[in-house]
């Protein structure tokens, strides 16, 4: 009987197996946000507002992403599905050992020194460098399947990749803490936040999993009992450190915007924000969604105080913070330009936007990937969708 309708768990039946595959997997995805500080594919708004809070959390999202695969590909395992994939056994060289190695060289640095061009090759370039020292190390390797003819697993993980790059952006989306793309020529087409092309990375991501684990594995297995306690500790003394690191790069230049309530968005006249709070709305979203049509707006304002024309002046400056997560800060900088509203927005072209808040803040780190950010936020603002955002 497969472990899943047995009832087991990797979490309850090997939980210090899983509280290593989690920290690993919080140190694994971390480095790709620090590649992403070069690459500005995508972005997060609405965080949390603190370093402290929003770093936690980050390691604890990161933490999920090795045992989501892990457990996913033992889903995909335990339906039967391609239990065995026949193809031609690879003729493997040291040649093409060399090639693979090389490519796998090329795949990592071509996307640092030209990120608008070969950023698709970050998604494959550590599993080109390991899997030939999988190969000839580790307990399994996908290049001796198919060395002698099967692709099984190989194509197991692959579809595994898909499955949890589907439920990632299925979860994304409706989030209000959400991470956004921004990845070159590939604005238009989009499922959920995700441009369709982008799904074709998730597959080989999941493989380049598998090919580190089993890297990882292949190492653990090579060191004499004293030495695997003393890789422990030093991976548990330098992990942390090493991770935090990261965020102090990465933080500055991804995190676009953070959250704050309705009764701190001060670009909203105080006495309005006051009395907004006071009659139990918390957050812009909740704001939004009870004034969305004509009666909300009228019974929000019987029930406030407010005179009709401030509701709608305060929704239309909620509606900018609230839109594509723009946030408090971004909103202060936009009222600097006479940005009030996303009418006012839709009156911007990318460039432009992008060249003024630049100006503002020139030592913003974040102004690398202005212009594609502000992409972004003008994208859409069409006269209809102004108007239903701003009454």
């Known amino acids: 009987m497969n ?3 047995s009832g087991r768990s990797l979490l309850r039946d090997r939980p210090w197996h899983f509280a290593w595959l989690a920290g690993a997997s919080a140190l694994w995805w971390t480095s790709f946000e620090l590649i992403d500080v070069r690459l500005g594919n995508w972005y997060y708004v609405m965080c949390l507002p603190t370093r402290a809070l929003r770093w936690g959390a980050g390691a604890l999202a990161f933490a999920s992403v090795l045992p989501g695969i892990v457990e996913t590909l033992e889903l995909v395992e335990n339906s039967g599905w391609w239990r065995s994939v026949r193809v031609r056994p690879l003729a493997w060289t040291r040649g093409k050992e060399r090639a693979v190695i090389a490519l796998g060289l090329l795949s990592f640095a071509l996307p640092l020194v030209w990120p608008a061009v070969f950023f698709p090759l970050t998604w494959g370039s550590f599993a080109l460098l390991l899997e030939p020292w999988n190969r000839r190390h580790a307990r399994h390797s996908f290049l001796r399947d198919l060395e002698v ?9 692959l579809v595994a990749g898909l499955v949890c790059g589907a ?9 209000r803490m959400k991470w956004i793309y921004t990845v070159p020529g590939f604005e238009g087409m989009k499922l959920f936040e995700m441009p369709l092309a982008g799904f074709l990375g998730f ?19 090579r060191l004499s009992p004293a030495g695997a306690v003393r890789a422990r500790w030093t991976a548990g003394l330098l992990g942390p450190p090493a991770m935090i690191g990261m965020f102090a790069v990465a933080d500055p230049v991804l995190v676009d915007s ?3 309530p309705l009764a701190g968005l001060d670009v909203i006249a105080p006495e309005t924000r006051g009395r907004l709070a006071s009659g139990g709305l918390v957050s812009a979203e909740q704001f939004l969604r009870a004034t969305r049509d004509p009666e909300g707006r009228s019974a929000l304002a019987a029930r406030t105080g407010l005179a009709p024309a401030e509701v709608d002046a305060a929704r239309a400056r909620a509606a900018l913070v609230a839109y594509r997560g723009l946030g408090l800060d971004r909103a202060r900088q936009l009222e600097e330009l006479g940005i009030r509203t996303l009418a006012d927005l839709a009156r911007w072209t990318p ?4 060249a003024a808040l630049a100006a503002q803040r020139p030592a ?6 202005l212009e594609r950010r502000a992409r972004i936020w003008t994208s859409g603002l069409d006269a209809g969708a102004t108007a239903r955002a701003g009454r």
């Open 3 to 5: 472990r899943r309708l």
């Open 149 to 157: 003819g099967e692709a099984g697993a190989f194509c197991r993980t």
């Open 167 to 175: 439920l990632w952006e299925t979860w994304n989306y409706w989030a």
């Open 203 to 221: 597959p080989p991501f999941a493989v380049e999993c598998l090919v580190i684990l089993r890297f990882m594995g292949g190492l653990r297995d």
């Open 258 to 260: 953070v959250y704050m």
């Open 351 to 354: 460039e432009a936007l992008a």
């Open 364 to 369: 913003d780190p974040r102004n690398p990937f």
